[in-house]
């Protein structure tokens, strides 16, 4: 607390993202990261940007990131989309951000599930959005039904996030016709362990915006992308907000890199198939200790154990060096999310839990 903060800094609870320690031999299955290196060819293209000593850094990049966006627009070319429908930024966090503030932020409440990715409720208060939170069922699924009060817009994950279930594409489409008056946002981090992207929605419905992020699937959480697809009208209101608060949100190597990550399709189908294979297995190997495993269309597994407390769990396998992550939340503070490691990072993390379940 300071007297010099503005009125909005004093209101602020920001989000805590998942703890990244420097710790050797860490087993780290806390923050979805993807357990496989980037493509080899994102590495050879941002060594070719840095060539002649890095003369390029001395030029800002593109502010449209032109190549990036029509890269993405080829990846998802089978819908029609075009490189005007692709808006482009530093994560996908940045996107979420600019979309709160280009396109929720109305008059009404925005509404989104109870259970969800815990920075939309953050977005809204930076922004003094006010929200309402739509109870998930019983088993943890959206129930588009429930979605009937007036509104200033709607977000979730697809998959949900931390609960790694898929919504259909026939019920965002009944969401869609049925909230023609705002923005329905599907946030796409983890579509490509296992759903069906929206963007094949785009070109019918003019209040979709579908975001996607390389973080996850494509293993380039360090280089920070993330981009929207949706049609004209709403690419322009983010880049109208974009280009009121930072021109140039993707740096030259991000750039290339994202690029070059989006080129090799090989890579990423093995990559991504790897991951899908390895979650499968986890979850058999889980549910024979006794856990009970929500499917997952994610690159986690989201999963309590009836005899055993989750945050007591977490914190022996954390003196164990192995770290996933525990909501303290309401409906969830029983269930640990777990991201879905390299084969041999699942087996320890599985005789680590043998051991426990064992010892009490
Ligand atoms: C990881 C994640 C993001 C953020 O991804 P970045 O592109 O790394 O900022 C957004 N939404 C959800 C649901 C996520 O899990």
């Known amino acids: 607390m300071s007297r010099y903060w503005s009125s909005v800094v004093h209101r602020l609870t920001p989000y805590v993202p998942g703890e990244q320690p420097r710790l050797p031999q860490l087993v780290k299955l806390n923050t979805n990261e993807n357990p496989y290196p980037p493509s080899p060819h ?21 502010p449209n990131a032109e190549r990036l966006r029509a890269a993405i627009a080829t990846l998802h070319g089978r819908f029609g989309v075009g490189s005007e429908q692709v808006f482009v930024g530093n994560g996908s966090d940045e996107v979420l951000a600019l979309a709160f503030m280009a396109l929720l932020r109305h008059e009404l409440p ?24 739509i109870p998930l069922s019983e088993d943890f699924r959206i129930r588009v039904e429930d979605y009937a009060a007036a509104n200033g817009g709607i977000i979730f994950p ?19 016709l049925r909230h023609r008056q705002s923005v329905v946002v599907v946030d796409e981090a983890y579509v490509d362990f296992g759903g069906e992207s929206a963007v094949a929605l785009v070109d019918r419905h003019p209040n979709l915006l579908v975001v996607h992020t390389l973080s996850k699937s494509r293993s380039l959480a360090g280089l920070r992308v993330g981009y929207a697809i949706g049609q004209r009208h709403l690419i322009e209101a983010l880049e109208r907000v974009k280009n009121s608060f930072n021109s140039y949100p993707l740096d030259r190597l991000a750039i290339v890199g994202a690029v070059a990550a989006i080129a090799d399709e090989d890579y990423f189908e093995t990559t991504r198939r790897a991951v899908i294979r390895s979650r499968e297995a986890l979850r058999e190997a889980l549910l024979l200790l006794g856990f009970s495993v929500l499917p997952s269309a994610a690159n986690f597994v989201f999963v309590r154990h009836p005899q055993h407390d989750a945050g007591e769990l977490a914190a022996r396998l954390r003196q164990r060096g192995i770290i996933v992550r525990h909501f303290p939340l309401p409906r969830i503070e029983q269930y640990l999310r777990i991201t879905i490691g390299s084969d041999e990072q699942c087996a320890v993390l599985l005789q680590a839990l043998r051991e426990l379940l064992a010892a009490c």
Not at 42 to 62: C, F, K, M, N, T
Not at 158 to 176: D, K, R, S, Y
Request: aromatic residues 12%; glycine residues 6%.
């Open 110 to 133: 925005i509404l989104f599930p109870d259970i969800t990715y815990s920075f939309y409720p953050v977005y809204c208060a930076l922004y003094g959005i006010t929200y309402l939170t």
């Open 42 to 62: 994102v590495v050879a293209a941002i060594a070719g940007e840095l060539a002649a000593d890095g003369a390029s850094l001395r030029l800002y990049p593109d």
């Open 158 to 176: 697809n998959p949900n996030a931390p609960t790694g279930c898929l919504l259909p594409l026939v019920a965002i489409e009944q969401l869609l």
